[in-house]
C-alpha cells in the first residue's frame, strides 16, 4: 500500500493534470470556433482584372482576436509534456484506484489477482511519485498551466497583426493584405443606386424595342393600305376570284386586313376561297412587318414616332451609367456592400493561389484594385443622380431635331436597324467574325456609336494596324476615337499615350471631338502653346494632336523609349509620299506604336501605286500586287488592313443630310490681321480674312481637301459665302471644273444656265456661289456636297441655301460642311446664334415665304455684331495679357 503523502500527492497533481487539459481543450476549441465564425464570412469578389476573396471583420469580434490569441499563446506541448500530462490522466488515477481497491478492510477481503494489481500499483505510485520529484517533470506541466492568462479586452485590429493568430492560421489562404472597410460606408447605398440605374437602362431598353415595334407596325400598315389586291396573287399559287372582293370596296390589302373575306357573303367566294384570300393578305402583312424599316421621319411627328424619339432619349441618358462596366462593377462590390451593410469595418483580403515575392504583395495589388472600383462605382453614382435630375431645356422632339444623327445612333445601336451587313465592308468571313465577337469597351466614350462605326473600331483593335476609308461624314473621327477610348479603359496603371497626326487645318477639330466624345484628356503639340502641351501630355498621358510640319519638332521632345499605345493619322493620303519628310516623320512615330490607324475618305483602292505606300506603313508585310487586274484579288489582298464602307451602304434610314464642322485656326498671319480688324470695329473684315489669303489661307486648306475628297467620290460641290470676294478667292485657288461666281449681279438667265451646265458637267464640278443669290429661287439637285465658308449672320440664310441641294429630285445623301475659324468671329457667331435658332423638320420645306417668320430665328444684324465685337475685343485683351510669349514662340 502505497504511502498516504504519496497518495495525496499524486491525486492533487492528477487533478491538475485534467484540469491543465481540459483548459487547454476548451481554449483551442474556442480558437476552432473562432477561426471557424471569421472563415465563414469570406466571400469571393470577382471583377474584369480582379479575383480574391475578402474576410470581413466586424467591431465586435475583439472576443474572437481574444479567442484566437488564447490560443496562440498556449504553451507547445513537447513529447514530454505530453508524456506527463497522459500519465497524471490517465496511468495515475487507474493506479491510485487499484491500489485503494486493496487498503483497509477491502485489502483483507481482494482477491488473489488484485492484492497483484494493488502490489503493482504501489510500485507504480512510488516510482511516478519519485521520478516526478526527481526529475523536474513536474515543471514542464507547470509550464502548461496557462489558466490565470486570459486574453481579455482585445479589439478586432488584434486579429490584424503580420505574426497574429488570425493571419497565421490562414496563411493557406495566400498572401494578406488590409481593407478599410469603414471607409466604404457609402457603398451599399453605391451599389443600390447603380443598381437601380442598370434596372433604369433595361426597362428603357425594353420600351425604345417596344416603341420601334409600333413604328415598324405603323410603317407595314401605311404600305398594306396602299398596296392593291392583285398583289395577294404573288403570295399564293391557288386561284383568286377576286372581282367580288373589288366590286365590294375592298381594293386595298389594308382594306381586306381591316374586313376580312366572310364565306357566302360575296358572290362565288365560298370557304376555300375565303380563307384562300384570308390567308394571302396575312401572308404580305407578315411580309410587309418583316420589311418594314423603323425610321423616324421629320416631318411626320405621328403619335408612334413621338413615342418612339422620346423612349430613345431616355434610353440615353440611361444607358451611359448602366454599361458593362458599370454591371460588372456591381457585381465585384455587391458582396463588400453586404459585409458593410452588416457592420464590417476591416477586411482581409487574401490572394489564393498567389505567391509573395521579395516587397511585392499581391493582395495589396487586390486591396488597391477595389479601392479604386469602389470610387470608380461612387463617382458613377455621384454623376447619374446628377444627370437624373438635370432638367431637360427641350422638349423630346425638338431635341431629335437638334441632334438627329445621335438618335439615328441609338437606333443603330440597340439593334432596330440594320446596316451591319454594308457595315463590314468586303472582309473575308473570319475575320468578321473575330471583329463582331470583339467586346468593345466604351466606358471612357460618351458617343453613341452607330452598328458600322462600332464595327469599324473593333476591327481596328481586332487587327492592330489597318487602314479606315469610310467616307467622308460617316465620322470617321469617332471609330479612332472609339479605339483610343477602349485602350484608355482597358489599360491598367497610367493613362497611355495616344498621338493623332492631321493637316494643320483640324487640330483644333480633334481637340473639341475628343473632349466631346471621350473622358480622354487632349492636348494641342501645335502653335506657340505647343512646348506646355508636350510638357503636360508626357506627365499625365492621353492624345496629343499634332500636325505633319509639327513632327520634326516633337520627335525631339519625345523620349526615345517612350512607346505609344495608339497613333491616328487622320487624311493619311498626306503621307502617300515615301521620299517626303513629312512622311519620314510619320513613318518614325508608326514605328513605336503598338497600333496604327490611318484615315482617308479617299477612295485609294483605285490607286494602287499609293495604297502600296499607306499599306507599307500599317503592315510591311503584307503584298500587295497590282500586276493582277482582278479587282477580287486586290480586295482579298487588301483585306486584312482595310476597311471602307459608303453612305450609301449604311446610312440606310433617314439622314440625308450630313452636317459637319470644320474648325481651323487662324495662321499667324491671319491672327495679327483679325486683331487689327477687330481693333478697327471691321466685322466684315474679320468674318472673310481666313479664305482670302489663297491656298495658304487656313480654311481654305479645309476647302480643298473637302472638294478633293468629293472629286474622288464622284459628287458636285456647291461653295457658298456672303462674300464677293471669297468667291473670287475660292475660284483662284480651286482646280479643274468651276463654275461662277454666281452672284447677286447676275441674271436670271445667267443663273439658270450657269447652275445647268453645273448640272450637265461630269462628278467632280465645283459651283461658286454668293450665298443670297445662290440659295434663293434655284435647283441645285446635282451638288451633294455643300461648303458654307463663314457662319451667316441668318439661320434660315443657311437653310435656305442647303434647301437648293436637298430637296426631291436629290438622290444622294447631302453633306453640309461649315468651315469655321477656332478663335476668330466664327466661334462666337456659332454661340450666340445657337441660342436664337432651331433646325426646321425638314430643309425642304425652306421657301421663300418662310421669310415671313424670319423674326422668330433671328435677331437683329446691328444688336448681333456690337456684342460680337464687344466679346472679341475682351476676348483677344485677356490672351494678350495671359500670354505675352506667345508674339516670341517659335514657329510650327
Known sequence: MVERVIRERLQVLAEFAAEVRRHRASVEDAAASARADLLGRRFTVRGPALSCSVLPLRPDDGGLASALAEAAGLPRADRLADSVVTMLTTDVPAALEDDRAVSGIAGLLAGKDRRAAGVRAEEFLTTTHAWLEETGALRTLEALDTRDRRHVGLTVEALLETDGPLLTATKELGPAALLDLGAMAHLPMTVEALRTVIETERSARARVLDASHRVRSDAARRELRGMDIDRLRDVTRDQ????????AGISTVGDLLRSPVVAGQLPGIGETTAARINAAARSLQDAALDGAAVQIDARRQDTASVALVSALRRWE???????????????????????VSQGAVLGIVHQPGALASGSFNPAEGAAE??????????????????????????????DF???????????????????????????????????EQFRLDTSMLTASLRGYQRFGAAFALVQDRVVIGDEMGLGKTVEALAVLAHVAATTTGALPHFVVIC?????????RETERHTSVPAFRLHGPERARGVAAWLAAGGVAVTTFETLTWVRTQVPEDLGFAAVIVDEAHYVKNPDAKRTKNTRALLERSDRVLLMSGTPLENRVEEFRVLIDHVRPDLVVDDGDDSPLTFRKQIAPVYLRR?????????????????????TPTEADRYA???????????????????????????????????????RKTIVFSHYRAVLQAVLRSVDGVTFGPLSGSTSPSERQAMVDEFSAAAPGAVLVAQIIAGGVGLNIQAASVVVICEPQLKPMTEWQAIARARRMGQLDTVQVHRLLSEDGVDAALVRLLARKSKTFADFAAVSETANASVQAFDISETQLITQVLAEERARLSAVSERSPEAATAPPS
Open 240 to 247: 383568286l376570284r377576286l372581282g367580288a372582293v373589288r366590286d
Open 401 to 435: 431635331l437638334d441632334r438627329p444623327a445621335s438618335y439615328f445612333a441609338l437606333l443603330d445601336e440597340i439593334g432596330v436597324t440594320d446596316s451591319t451587313t454594308a457595315g463590314r465592308g468586303l472582309l473575308p468571313e473570319g475575320l468578321i467574325e473575330q471583329v
Open 676 to 714: 487689327a480688324a477687330v481693333d478697327a470695329g471691321d466685322f466684315h473684315g474679320m468674318r472673310q480674312l481666313a479664305m482670302l489669303e489663297g491656298s495658304s489661307s487656313s480654311k481654305v486648306e479645309s476647302l480643298l481637301d473637302v472638294i478633293e475628297e468629293a472629286r474622288a467620290n464622284g
Open 503 to 511: 493637316p494643320a487645318a483640324v487640330v483644333a477639330n480633334w481637340l
Open 646 to 666: 459608303s453612305q450609301a451602304d449604311v446610312l440606310t434610314e433617314l439622314p440625308e443630310l450630313v452636317e459637319v464642322e470644320e474648325w481651323t485656326d487662324l
Open 369 to 398: 484594385r477595389i479601392e479604386v472600383d469602389v470610387d470608380d462605382a461612387r463617382q458613377r453614382a455621384i454623376a447619374v443622380v446628377g444627370d437624373r435630375d438635370r432638367v431637360a431645356t427641350t422638349d423630346d422632339w425638338s
Open 317 to 339: 441618358a440611361a444607358k451611359f451609367g448602366a454599361g458593362e462596366h458599370t454591371a460588372s462593377l456591381v457585381e465585384e462590390l455587391t458582396p463588400i456592400a453586404a459585409a
